[in-house]
Structures are given as structure tokens and as C-alpha cells.
């Protein structure tokens, strides 16, 4: 069940890509050049960490070993259980989600000066964020390319790699669901040309 997000004024661009696609290279970037960024994955964090708004009912729901002592949440334990138990990692969702829409709605209320860029990993995954965006930006790259980054950025093995992208769309499926694709296959100077690039293309369909 999803509480209904209202679409504010302004442009809604929704960015999404695989593990290691480059993500949040992109969103860096649209943020330096004057987008306004809302991200998901930071709002998740956010709730977990000591102190968070999520903390209480994660407590309640999973027991202490969901928690580390200082009062976050214990991320290894709670990955290893979803992993293991796929019914925990609705349970889950169901504490994160509701009070990720309602932090998403406050800023789209408050408003962004030229347009809003909003982060979600699982965009086609996870339904309920669509008829919010305007356009879709997918950032690609090949699936080879994903592991090897993952691999250098998280020290994983390979197998934890691909089993995460087990559970993530396939590449065509976001490239079907994409209305513009970064392909970040190359050096960072190649990535910030073309995210400049569409950055003025996103800046004349907002004033329109």
C-alpha cells in the first residue's frame, strides 16, 4: 500500500541504474549544478541511523540484534536476514517505506529553484514512484562493468555482487523503462560532459 505522493510544479526527474552503474556520480553532479536532489537511499539512512524515526519499530520488530550499541541500525545482520528470509525484508519495507514518502513529500513541497532530481535505486523494482517523474534518467553501463566496480569500491567478492543484482531489474528492463540513458562506460571527464549536456537540455524543458 502507497501513500499517494502529489507531483509539485516543478520538472520531477527520476534517476535510477543498476549497483556500480554510477549513480550517484550523476546525482553529485546535477546537485553541483543547481538541481535540487532528493535521495532515497540517504532518506533510508537517515531513519536508521541512532536516533532515526525508523529505530523504534525496527527494535520491535527484528529484536536488540537488529541494533548496534550505538543505537543504529545493524546493517550486516539485517542484510544476511532479508537475504535469508525474504518475508523480513517486507516487514521491513513496510516500517521504511510509508515514512520514506512522507520525507520525500516534504521536499517536494518546499519547492526547487530550477528542477528536482529524485533518487530510487529499485525504481522499477519498487512501484509508486513513477507518476511522480517526468522524465526517467537511467544511467547504464555494461553488467561486467558493474561487478568490476562494485568489487573495487566495496571490497565484495563477486558472488555477494551478483547476488545483488540478482534481485535488481535487468539492464533491458530500465533501459525499457528509461525516457533519457547516461551511458557511463568510459572516463569521469566523458560522464560529466554528458551530464552537463543533459543538465541544459533538463533546464529548457523546465521553463517550458
Not at 541511523?49 to 548496534?68: H, Y
Amino acid at each position: 500500500m502507497h501513500i499517494a505522493l502529489e507531483k509539485p510544479q516543478q520538472l520531477v526527474v527520476g534517476l535510477t541504474g543498476g549497483i556500480g552503474s554510477g549513480k550517484t556520480a550523476v546525482s553529485n553532479r546535477l546537485q553541483a549544478l543547481g538541481a535540487t536532489v532528493i535521495d532515497t537511499d540517504e532518506i533510508a539512512h537517515s531513519l536508521t541511523k541512532a536516533g532515526g524515526l525508523a529505530m523504534p519499530d525496527i527494535q520491535k520488530a527484528f529484536g536488540p540484534e537488529a541494533v548496534l550499541p550505538d543505537g543504529s541500525m545493524n546493517r550486516d545482520h539485517m542484510r544476511a536476514l532479508v537475504f535469508k528470509e525474504p518475508e523480513k525484508r517486507l516487514t521491513l519495507e513496510k516500517i521504511l517505506h510509508p515514512k520514506i514518502r512522507q520525507l520525500v513529500q516534504q521536499q517536494l513541497d518546499a519547492g526547487a529553484p530550477l528542477y528536482f532530481v529524485l533518487v530510487v535505486p529499485l525504481l522499477f523494482e519498487k512501484g509508486g514512484w513513477g507518476e511522480l517523474m517526468d522524465e526517467i534518467i537511467v544511467v547504464d553501463c555494461p553488467v561486467e562493468q558493474q561487478v568490476h566496480r562494485v568489487i573495487q569500491r566495496n571490497g565484495w567478492p563477486e558472488t555477494q555482487v551478483r547476488a545483488v543484482m540478482q534481485n535488481q531489474a535487468t539492464r533491458e528492463t530500465r533501459l525499457a523503462g528509461a525516457t533519457l540513458v547516461i551511458e557511463n562506460n568510459g572516463e569521469l571527464v566523458e560522464l560529466i560532459e554528458k551530464i552537463d549536456f543533459m543538465h541544459e537540455k533538463l533546464i529548457k524543458k523546465a521553463q517550458k
